[in-house]
């Protein structure tokens, strides 16, 4: 399968403060990246949709001032939890979508950043 | 609303034997389905997708797929203990910008 990486893998702030996780995708082009976040127990939450060259679409109850999204480029998205505080602490992942037929697409996924806001 | 619905489990099984997980979606336009993995503390791995009616096998997990019953399943045969995860459900439903929407998943526990 497709190969996407996240970095950083973990990372601990102090609440107020700004976090970047970038998400590449190593060994295709990807037009369409998406954003989740997982809490314990609990499935993933798909957070927005990132297109390259456009902007990102947010799902319904998830701030954009927030939690910015670019994807300045069709090998990496960025996500930015901007003034950050403890609730935001959660396990984010990024997937990209890779076309494998005609009509179908495949979602691979990176392998998380976990962020703990203190 | 469109959604897909596993039982939450928790699975156990033993050593050897078959796991089979059921997944049921609501949307009787859905494309393409996939069963992910999920080891605790990771993020999911995705193990197989099947778009049309029938059965897909891939080495020891064979995917079942039923439009008509809007229902998917996976099979497991000789569950190994690292088979031990969360089995994630996702369905694309149409219109939805190749969007994936998950189940809640089922914990699976291969005993040895």
């Known amino acids: 399968g497709a190969v996407v990486s996240q970095h950083p893998s973990w990372v601990i702030c102090k609440s107020g403060t700004s976090v970047k996780i970038e998400c590449r995708s190593l060994?295709?082009?990807?037009?369409?990246m998406f954003w989740y976040r997982q809490f314990p127990k609990q499935s993933l939450m798909l957070m927005a949709t990132?297109?390259?060259?456009?902007?990102?679409?947010?799902e319904q109850g998830v701030e954009k001032d927030k939690f910015l999204i670019n994807h300045a480029s069709l090998t990496l998205s960025t996500l930015t939890v901007t003034s950050a505080h403890p609730e935001d602490s959660s396990f984010y992942i990024c997937s990209a979508s890779v076309r494998t037929g005609v009509s179908y697409n495949e979602q691979f996924f990176g392998p998380g950043t976990r962020l703990t806001v203190l | 609303q469109k959604e897909v619905e596993q039982n939450s489990g928790p699975l156990s099984v033993p050593e050897g034997a078959i796991a089979s997980l059921n997944c049921t979606y609501s949307d009787r336009v859905s494309q393409s389905f996939f069963w992910y993995r999920q080891y605790s503390g990771k993020s999911p791995e995705l193990i197989m997708s099947i778009y049309s009616n029938g059965d897909k096998e891939d080495g020891r997990f064979t995917a079942q797929l039923n439009k008509a019953s809007q229902y998917v399943s996976l099979l497991i045969r000789d569950s190994q203990p690292s088979d031990s995860a969360t089995y994630l459900c996702a369905v694309t439903f149409s219109g939805s910008a190749r969007q994936l929407t998950f189940g809640s998943g089922t914990q699976l526990t291969v005993l040895p």
């Open positions: 990132s297109n390259e060259g456009s902007k990102a679409t947010y």
């Open positions: 060994d295709f082009q990807a037009t369409t």
